[in-house]
């Protein structure tokens, strides 16, 4: 499905995975997928949130407001407080398996944001996938994460997705 993505929706998409993992999330939703459009940083979609001021940082911290923060003790350390050395761990398990044992698995898309991927395949309409089309995706989840997100953020989701609607 993804060769069907633009390389920026591709890389907004990588980004998503990183915010979820960053944060030790169990599922990446489209507030991770809002992170990743933004994270970008290039793309329309990052374009059009730019003109509606929304930022990274502000959509991070909005994250935390809502959803909670990530763990205060990231898995390392917490490791280390119990003396288990997670680098060297990973170091050993590269040795003898190779660098694809310590691969991080990637985060498992929750249904809300599997559902705005293919509502971003619907808004594309058989043309290219672009950042564009993924932002229309997340905010046809109207009682999303990420729209509970950007109404916390003070944006004027109506509007936004009239902006976006033009371009996708």
């Given at each position: 499905m993804f060769e069907l993505f633009t390389d920026e929706a591709r890389t907004?998409?990588?980004?998503?995975?990183?915010?979820a993992?960053?944060?030790?999330d169990t599922a990446l939703g489209c507030e991770h997928?809002?992170?990743?459009?933004?994270?970008?940083?290039?793309?329309?979609?990052?374009?059009?949130?730019?003109?509606?001021?929304v930022t990274?940082?502000?959509a991070r911290t909005g994250v935390d407001d809502l959803y909670g923060p990530p763990p205060a003790v990231p898995p390392g350390?917490?490791?280390?407080?119990?003396?288990i050395d997670l680098e060297r761990?990973?170091?050993?398990?590269?040795?003898?398996?190779?660098a694809a044992a310590t691969a991080p698995a990637p985060t498992p898309y929750d249904a809300e944001a599997r559902d705005a991927l293919a509502a971003a395949l619907e808004e594309a309409g058989g043309?290219?996938?672009?950042?564009?089309?993924?932002?229309?995706?997340?905010?046809?989840?109207?009682?999303?994460?990420?729209?509970?997100l950007l109404e916390h953020l003070g944006v004027d989701v109506a509007a936004l997705t009239t902006r976006v609607r033009t371009w996708a």
């Open positions: 907004a998409l990588v980004e998503a995975q990183a915010e993992h960053e944060r030790s997928v809002l992170l990743g459009l933004l994270r970008q940083g290039t793309g329309l979609a990052a374009r059009i949130l730019g003109e509606f001021s990274t940082d502000a350390e917490a490791l280390a407080s119990i003396g761990v990973n170091a050993r398990l590269t040795e003898t398996f190779g043309r290219d996938v672009g950042t564009e089309h993924v932002l229309a995706g997340v905010l046809g989840r109207s009682d999303g994460r990420a729209v509970k």
